[in-house]
């Protein structure tokens, strides 16, 4: 399997462990958010605007080891001692690139935010979202994630504005108020949970099999504690387009809707579709805790 594929993996089990830990603002009751968020009604947590590539960096050099970081390290070195923008905005390029080959969306989105700004096609502020948005998913330090989603929010405002009905750009900016509105961040312009809803199911409407809004929408349905809504999502994605993720997700709803029966057969489909051993041992581990 693929080094994305796997991450994509890996993201999944990590995302089960924390997924209604945070429920989405303004899209389900005061009570339940109390409960589960830990964010006090009314807060907003300092927004980590001094995050830059170099803090998001080092943790990734770590992660994927010193060969790899070896080629990050000479890229770096030269864009500091580039003696001409075209220089500069051609190392940031191949930065962005190497970090993306190397699965790792943090340091990449600030190298393509960096070459957007130089050079302000849709494409590039796209690339800045998506990867935004992917280091948002992913990310194990919360204190970065603010950053990271207001970024998203920029870059997909800018995609919007050179191409008005893209629906990528439109769901990119739906998944980002929401993904914002989670963090308890305020929007200065209006952004809201129920805007980036309205955003995908727009998006949905134009293009029924979007598979990015149809597996976000689903996700939020989970976080608002609506699994029926889910599971009929999630089914029709795999009706489909038949994939690791939707599949989980939908077990994942079965599991708590009660229906031990489902999710054990969705989990074990799960553990058939992939090779890793820590991935087919997680899938065991929650088939074995459904069955007693």
Excluded at 68 to 81: F, P, S, V, Y
Excluded at 98 to 121: G, H, I, R
Excluded at 246 to 253: D, K
């Amino acid at each position: 399997m693929k080094g994305k594929q796997i991450i994509v993996i890996l993201i999944v089990l990590a995302i089960s462990g924390y997924l209604y830990s945070l429920p989405v603002k303004g899209l389900i009751k005061p009570k339940v958010a109390k409960a589960t968020s830990g964010v006090v009604s009314g807060s907003r947590p300092a927004v980590a605007n001094n995050v830059t590539v170099e803090d998001v960096s080092v943790p990734a050099k770590t992660a994927i080891g010193a060969a790899l970081a070896a080629r990050i390290n000479d890229l770096e070195g030269q864009l500091k001692t580039a003696g001409s923008d075209a220089a500069k905005l051609s190392l940031q390029k191949q930065l962005a690139k190497q970090w993306d080959d190397d699965n790792q969306p943090a340091p990449s989105a600030f190298y393509y935010q960096a070459v957007a700004q130089k050079e302000n096609t849709f494409e590039n502020w796209m690339n800045a979202g998506n990867h935004f948005n992917e280091a948002y998913k992913s990310a194990t330090d919360t204190a970065v994630q603010p950053t990271f989603v207001e970024n998203a929010i920029d870059a997909y405002k800018n995609a919007v504005k050179l191409k008005p009905e893209d629906l990528d750009a439109k769901t990119g900016l739906g998944v980002a108020y929401v993904n914002q509105t989670s963090l308890g961040i305020t929007d200065p312009n209006g952004g809201s949970p129920m805007q980036g809803i309205m955003l995908l199911l727009d998006v949905v409407k134009q293009d029924p099999k979007n598979w990015n809004a149809n597996l976000n929408l689903g996700m939020f349905a989970m976080k608002s504690g609506q699994f029926e809504k889910a599971v009929a999502r999630f089914k029709n994605m795999i009706a489909q387009k038949d994939e690791l993720e939707p599949n989980f997700y939908l077990a994942e709803c079965y599991r708590q809707l009660g229906m031990k029966k489902e999710a054990i057969a969705a989990y074990q489909k799960c553990k058939n579709m992939v090779s890793e051993p820590v991935v087919q041992q997680k899938m065991d581990q929650y088939i074995k805790e459904l069955q007693n």
